[in-house]
Protein backbone atom coordinates (compact mmCIF):
# COMPACT_ATOMS: atom_id res chain seq x y z
CA UNK A 1 0.00 0.00 0.00
CA UNK A 2 2.74 2.54 -0.82
CA UNK A 3 2.05 5.83 -0.59
CA UNK A 4 -0.83 5.83 1.78
CA UNK A 5 -1.09 7.30 5.12
CA UNK A 6 -3.81 8.16 7.59
CA UNK A 7 -3.88 3.87 8.01
CA UNK A 8 -5.08 4.44 11.69
CA UNK A 9 -8.00 6.87 10.68
CA UNK A 10 -8.99 3.95 7.69
CA UNK A 11 -8.20 0.68 9.89
CA UNK A 12 -10.85 -1.36 6.90
CA UNK A 13 -9.42 0.16 3.84
CA UNK A 14 -7.83 -2.89 2.41
CA UNK A 15 -6.34 -3.99 -1.67
CA UNK A 16 -8.65 -5.39 -4.02
CA UNK A 17 -6.62 -6.88 -6.23
CA UNK A 18 -2.72 -7.78 -6.30
CA UNK A 19 -1.84 -4.62 -8.01
CA UNK A 20 -2.64 -2.49 -5.64
CA UNK A 21 -4.42 -0.24 -8.17
CA UNK A 22 -8.00 -0.82 -6.46
CA UNK A 23 -8.81 -0.35 -2.36
CA UNK A 24 -11.93 -0.91 -0.93
CA UNK A 25 -13.43 -0.23 2.66
CA UNK A 26 -15.73 1.88 4.91
CA UNK A 27 -15.56 5.58 5.60
CA UNK A 28 -17.29 5.82 9.14
CA UNK A 29 -19.02 9.40 9.73
CA UNK A 30 -21.49 10.21 12.64
CA UNK A 31 -21.76 6.62 13.59
CA UNK A 32 -22.87 4.96 10.26
CA UNK A 33 -20.09 3.10 8.43
CA UNK A 34 -20.58 3.85 4.66
CA UNK A 35 -18.64 1.45 2.07
CA UNK A 36 -16.60 3.27 -0.97
CA UNK A 37 -13.84 1.20 -2.97
CA UNK A 38 -11.07 3.36 -5.28
CA UNK A 39 -9.82 2.32 -8.21
CA UNK A 40 -6.16 3.86 -9.47
CA UNK A 41 -4.83 4.28 -13.17
CA UNK A 42 -2.29 1.14 -13.98
CA UNK A 43 0.57 3.55 -14.34
CA UNK A 44 0.20 6.68 -11.88
CA UNK A 45 1.82 9.53 -12.19
CA UNK A 46 4.65 9.66 -9.69
CA UNK A 47 3.60 13.05 -9.37
CA UNK A 48 -0.45 12.60 -9.35
CA UNK A 49 -0.66 9.62 -8.44
CA UNK A 50 -4.28 9.34 -8.17
CA UNK A 51 -5.05 11.59 -11.44
CA UNK A 52 -7.66 9.55 -13.54
CA UNK A 53 -8.86 7.15 -9.77
CA UNK A 54 -12.60 6.22 -9.27
CA UNK A 55 -14.36 6.50 -6.72
CA UNK A 56 -17.51 4.17 -5.98
CA UNK A 57 -19.60 4.04 -3.19
CA UNK A 58 -23.07 3.33 -1.95
CA UNK A 59 -26.34 4.60 -2.72
CA UNK A 60 -26.46 6.60 0.10
CA UNK A 61 -23.41 8.74 -0.24
CA UNK A 62 -24.37 9.03 -4.07
CA UNK A 63 -27.49 10.97 -2.88
CA UNK A 64 -25.81 12.82 0.07
CA UNK A 65 -23.10 14.06 -2.20
CA UNK A 66 -25.19 14.68 -5.34
CA UNK A 67 -24.68 18.48 -5.05
CA UNK A 68 -20.67 18.23 -4.14
CA UNK A 69 -20.03 15.76 -7.09
CA UNK A 70 -17.03 18.76 -8.39
CA UNK A 71 -15.49 19.13 -5.56
CA UNK A 72 -15.33 15.37 -4.35
CA UNK A 73 -13.65 14.64 -8.05
CA UNK A 74 -11.40 17.55 -7.81
CA UNK A 75 -9.95 16.31 -4.05
CA UNK A 76 -9.50 12.90 -5.66
CA UNK A 77 -7.09 14.01 -8.39
CA UNK A 78 -5.11 16.28 -6.53
CA UNK A 79 -4.43 14.56 -3.43
CA UNK A 80 -0.84 13.27 -3.25
CA UNK A 81 -2.17 9.77 -1.45
CA UNK A 82 -5.86 7.87 -1.00
CA UNK A 83 -5.33 8.76 2.80
CA UNK A 84 -4.97 12.17 2.08
CA UNK A 85 -7.93 12.10 0.13
CA UNK A 86 -9.89 10.27 2.50
CA UNK A 87 -9.53 12.73 5.14
CA UNK A 88 -10.92 15.41 2.98
CA UNK A 89 -13.62 12.93 1.52
CA UNK A 90 -14.58 12.13 5.13
CA UNK A 91 -14.48 16.19 5.77
CA UNK A 92 -16.88 17.03 3.20
CA UNK A 93 -19.35 14.45 4.09
CA UNK A 94 -19.40 15.35 7.78
CA UNK A 95 -19.59 19.29 6.90
CA UNK A 96 -22.71 18.27 4.27
CA UNK A 97 -24.59 15.89 6.69
CA UNK A 98 -24.05 19.38 9.20
CA UNK A 99 -25.32 21.63 6.64
CA UNK A 100 -28.82 19.26 6.02
CA UNK A 101 -29.30 19.30 10.38
CA UNK A 102 -29.31 23.23 10.02
CA UNK A 103 -31.08 23.27 7.23
CA UNK A 104 -34.39 25.22 8.62
CA UNK A 105 -37.67 23.02 7.68
CA UNK A 106 -39.61 24.63 4.34
CA UNK A 107 -43.09 26.94 4.71
CA UNK A 108 -46.14 25.23 4.91
CA UNK A 109 -47.34 26.35 1.32
CA UNK A 110 -43.74 23.57 0.47
CA UNK A 111 -45.92 20.85 1.87
CA UNK A 112 -49.37 21.75 0.19
CA UNK A 113 -48.03 22.01 -3.11
CA UNK A 114 -46.27 18.82 -2.83
CA UNK A 115 -49.30 17.37 -2.00
CA UNK A 116 -50.81 19.09 -4.58
CA UNK A 117 -48.30 17.86 -7.04
CA UNK A 118 -48.75 13.70 -6.38
CA UNK A 119 -52.47 14.25 -6.78
CA UNK A 120 -51.73 15.22 -9.84
CA UNK A 121 -49.11 12.52 -11.12
CA UNK A 122 -50.97 10.09 -9.16
CA UNK A 123 -50.39 8.90 -5.39
CA UNK A 124 -49.33 5.09 -6.46
CA UNK A 125 -46.62 5.76 -8.36
CA UNK A 126 -45.26 6.92 -5.02
CA UNK A 127 -42.64 4.53 -3.95
CA UNK A 128 -41.35 5.50 -0.69
CA UNK A 129 -40.84 9.23 0.63
CA UNK A 130 -39.40 10.30 3.71
CA UNK A 131 -40.39 11.95 6.88
CA UNK A 132 -39.54 15.35 5.98
CA UNK A 133 -41.36 14.73 2.71
CA UNK A 134 -38.45 16.31 0.85
CA UNK A 135 -37.35 13.32 -1.01
CA UNK A 136 -39.08 10.66 -3.05
CA UNK A 137 -39.01 7.91 -5.18
CA UNK A 138 -41.28 7.58 -8.25
CA UNK A 139 -42.47 4.71 -10.23
CA UNK A 140 -42.89 5.01 -14.12
CA UNK A 141 -42.76 2.05 -16.34
CA UNK A 142 -41.22 2.33 -20.00
CA UNK A 143 -43.14 1.67 -23.07
CA UNK A 144 -41.40 -1.83 -23.02
CA UNK A 145 -43.13 -2.25 -19.44
CA UNK A 146 -39.46 -2.72 -17.65
CA UNK A 147 -39.91 -0.54 -14.39
CA UNK A 148 -38.03 2.55 -13.29
CA UNK A 149 -37.25 4.39 -10.11
CA UNK A 150 -36.40 7.65 -9.72
CA UNK A 151 -35.55 10.19 -7.03
CA UNK A 152 -36.42 13.29 -6.36
CA UNK A 153 -34.77 15.68 -3.39
CA UNK A 154 -37.15 18.98 -3.58
CA UNK A 155 -34.60 21.96 -1.96
CA UNK A 156 -36.01 24.23 0.55
CA UNK A 157 -36.18 27.01 -1.82
CA UNK A 158 -38.99 24.95 -4.58
CA UNK A 159 -40.43 25.63 -6.79
CA UNK A 160 -37.78 28.63 -7.49
CA UNK A 161 -35.40 25.98 -7.81
CA UNK A 162 -35.75 22.50 -8.93
CA UNK A 163 -35.79 19.06 -7.94
CA UNK A 164 -32.39 17.20 -7.95
CA UNK A 165 -33.00 13.94 -10.12
CA UNK A 166 -31.53 10.85 -10.00
CA UNK A 167 -31.75 7.89 -12.29
CA UNK A 168 -30.74 4.99 -13.45
CA UNK A 169 -29.53 6.07 -16.66
CA UNK A 170 -26.49 5.23 -19.01
CA UNK A 171 -25.93 8.98 -19.77
CA UNK A 172 -27.71 11.57 -16.83
CA UNK A 173 -30.38 13.71 -18.08
CA UNK A 174 -29.99 17.44 -17.72
CA UNK A 175 -33.29 18.38 -16.52
CA UNK A 176 -34.83 21.91 -17.53
CA UNK A 177 -36.92 23.53 -14.96
CA UNK A 178 -38.31 27.14 -14.58
CA UNK A 179 -40.17 28.95 -11.42
CA UNK A 180 -43.69 27.52 -13.20
CA UNK A 181 -42.30 24.16 -13.99
CA UNK A 182 -44.10 20.76 -12.17
CA UNK A 183 -42.87 17.87 -10.82
CA UNK A 184 -44.95 16.56 -13.70
CA UNK A 185 -42.63 18.66 -16.32
CA UNK A 186 -39.75 16.78 -14.51
CA UNK A 187 -41.18 13.02 -14.84
CA UNK A 188 -42.31 13.60 -18.83
CA UNK A 189 -38.32 14.57 -19.31
CA UNK A 190 -37.57 11.67 -17.57
CA UNK A 191 -39.74 9.20 -19.14
CA UNK A 192 -38.53 10.98 -22.37
CA UNK A 193 -35.04 9.83 -21.91
CA UNK A 194 -35.94 6.33 -21.08
CA UNK A 195 -37.23 6.07 -24.76
CA UNK A 196 -34.08 6.70 -25.70
CA UNK A 197 -32.67 3.97 -24.08
CA UNK A 198 -35.09 1.25 -25.39
CA UNK A 199 -32.46 -0.39 -27.28
CA UNK A 200 -29.69 -0.95 -25.31
CA UNK A 201 -32.08 -1.72 -22.24
CA UNK A 202 -33.46 -4.29 -25.23
CA UNK A 203 -29.53 -5.76 -25.93
CA UNK A 204 -28.70 -5.88 -22.19
CA UNK A 205 -31.94 -7.74 -21.29
CA UNK A 206 -31.47 -10.48 -24.05
CA UNK A 207 -27.66 -11.29 -22.50
CA UNK A 208 -28.97 -11.21 -19.00
CA UNK A 209 -31.74 -13.71 -20.00
CA UNK A 210 -29.67 -16.03 -22.02
CA UNK A 211 -25.84 -16.05 -20.30
CA UNK A 212 -24.54 -16.11 -17.15
CA UNK A 213 -23.28 -12.74 -16.21
CA UNK A 214 -20.46 -13.17 -14.06
CA UNK A 215 -20.06 -9.15 -12.95
CA UNK A 216 -21.89 -6.83 -12.09
CA UNK A 217 -24.12 -9.69 -10.06
CA UNK A 218 -27.38 -7.14 -10.17
CA UNK A 219 -26.58 -4.78 -12.73
CA UNK A 220 -28.41 -1.04 -13.01
CA UNK A 221 -30.18 0.13 -15.91
CA UNK A 222 -27.28 2.55 -16.05
CA UNK A 223 -24.67 0.08 -16.21
CA UNK A 224 -23.60 -0.64 -19.90
CA UNK A 225 -20.59 -3.45 -19.18
CA UNK A 226 -21.06 -6.94 -18.31
CA UNK A 227 -18.69 -10.00 -17.97
CA UNK A 228 -19.91 -12.96 -19.37
CA UNK A 229 -18.94 -16.64 -18.70
CA UNK A 230 -17.59 -18.31 -21.47
CA UNK A 231 -16.42 -21.88 -19.49
CA UNK A 232 -12.51 -23.16 -18.87
CA UNK A 233 -12.36 -20.27 -15.98
CA UNK A 234 -12.76 -17.87 -19.21
CA UNK A 235 -14.72 -14.63 -19.47
CA UNK A 236 -15.70 -12.50 -22.14
CA UNK A 237 -15.92 -8.98 -20.78
CA UNK A 238 -17.54 -5.97 -23.24
CA UNK A 239 -19.29 -2.65 -22.94
CA UNK A 240 -21.94 -1.45 -25.16
CA UNK A 241 -22.57 1.86 -27.12
CA UNK A 242 -25.43 3.41 -25.86
CA UNK A 243 -25.72 5.47 -29.20
CA UNK A 244 -25.30 1.97 -31.47
CA UNK A 245 -26.09 -0.89 -29.46
CA UNK A 246 -25.95 -2.99 -31.71
CA UNK A 247 -22.29 -2.34 -33.04
CA UNK A 248 -19.48 -3.72 -32.20
CA UNK A 249 -18.69 -3.40 -28.43
CA UNK A 250 -15.80 -2.98 -26.34
CA UNK A 251 -14.39 -6.35 -25.71
CA UNK A 252 -11.74 -7.85 -23.33
CA UNK A 253 -10.68 -11.28 -23.52
CA UNK A 254 -9.93 -12.98 -19.57
CA UNK A 255 -8.42 -16.50 -18.59
CA UNK A 256 -6.31 -19.45 -20.14
CA UNK A 257 -4.37 -18.00 -22.99
CA UNK A 258 -4.43 -21.34 -24.28
CA UNK A 259 -8.29 -20.46 -24.27
CA UNK A 260 -9.35 -17.13 -25.11
CA UNK A 261 -6.27 -16.64 -27.96
CA UNK A 262 -8.74 -18.77 -30.27
CA UNK A 263 -11.60 -17.28 -29.32
CA UNK A 264 -9.74 -13.33 -29.81
CA UNK A 265 -8.10 -14.65 -33.17
CA UNK A 266 -11.71 -15.84 -34.26
CA UNK A 267 -13.22 -12.51 -33.22
CA UNK A 268 -10.77 -10.49 -35.36
CA UNK A 269 -11.08 -12.96 -38.35
CA UNK A 270 -14.66 -13.15 -38.58
CA UNK A 271 -15.51 -9.33 -37.50
CA UNK A 272 -16.91 -8.24 -41.07
CA UNK A 273 -19.57 -11.02 -40.44
CA UNK A 274 -21.13 -8.24 -38.34
CA UNK A 275 -24.81 -7.76 -38.68
CA UNK A 276 -26.82 -4.71 -37.55
CA UNK A 277 -30.05 -6.89 -37.64
CA UNK A 278 -28.66 -9.59 -34.97
CA UNK A 279 -29.04 -8.95 -31.10
CA UNK A 280 -25.71 -8.57 -29.57
CA UNK A 281 -25.95 -11.87 -28.16
CA UNK A 282 -26.30 -13.54 -31.62
CA UNK A 283 -23.21 -11.26 -33.49
CA UNK A 284 -20.81 -12.75 -30.70
CA UNK A 285 -22.23 -16.34 -30.74
CA UNK A 286 -21.90 -16.26 -34.67
CA UNK A 287 -17.94 -14.51 -34.89
CA UNK A 288 -16.77 -16.39 -32.04
CA UNK A 289 -18.11 -19.84 -33.32
CA UNK A 290 -19.66 -20.58 -30.21
CA UNK A 291 -22.87 -21.17 -28.21
CA UNK A 292 -22.72 -18.91 -24.42
CA UNK A 293 -22.80 -20.88 -21.18
CA UNK A 294 -26.74 -20.75 -20.41
CA UNK A 295 -28.83 -20.55 -17.52
CA UNK A 296 -31.06 -23.29 -18.46
CA UNK A 297 -28.63 -25.90 -19.02
CA UNK A 298 -25.76 -25.18 -16.41
CA UNK A 299 -25.13 -23.55 -13.08
CA UNK A 300 -23.87 -20.46 -12.21
CA UNK A 301 -21.60 -21.96 -10.07
CA UNK A 302 -19.55 -23.84 -12.55
CA UNK A 303 -18.29 -20.41 -13.85
CA UNK A 304 -18.33 -18.32 -10.60
CA UNK A 305 -15.28 -19.53 -8.76
CA UNK A 306 -12.31 -16.94 -9.32
CA UNK A 307 -8.68 -17.87 -10.50
CA UNK A 308 -5.11 -16.03 -10.27
CA UNK A 309 -6.10 -14.17 -13.53
CA UNK A 310 -9.41 -12.86 -13.24
CA UNK A 311 -11.29 -12.24 -9.89
CA UNK A 312 -13.00 -9.42 -8.17
CA UNK A 313 -14.35 -8.49 -4.34
CA UNK A 314 -17.05 -7.42 -4.58
CA UNK A 315 -18.70 -4.17 -2.54
CA UNK A 316 -21.91 -5.09 -1.19
Not at 128 to 137: A, E, G, I, P, R
Not at 153 to 180: F, H, I, K, M, N
Not at 278 to 306: C, H, Q, W, Y
Request: net charge negative.
Amino acid sequence: MSGFSNVDVFPLLLPADASLNSFQGYVSVHGHEHPFRIELEDAPSPSCPLAGARLFCSERLRDLLADQRRLVVQRLTESGDIGAFLLEFKDILERRLRAQRDVAPPPVNFYSRFVSELDEIGWERLASVDKTLTSFDIRLVDKAGREHTVTLRLPPDYPASGPVCTAELPVQVDVRWQPTSKIRDVLAQLERAFEQYQEVWAVLDDLDAHVWVLEPERPSRAVLTRRIALGQHSSLQLTVDPRRPRSIPEVSFMGAETFINPLRDEFNRRLQTWSGQRLLRANLEAVLGITFPSPTTTKKEDFSMDCGICYSYRLE
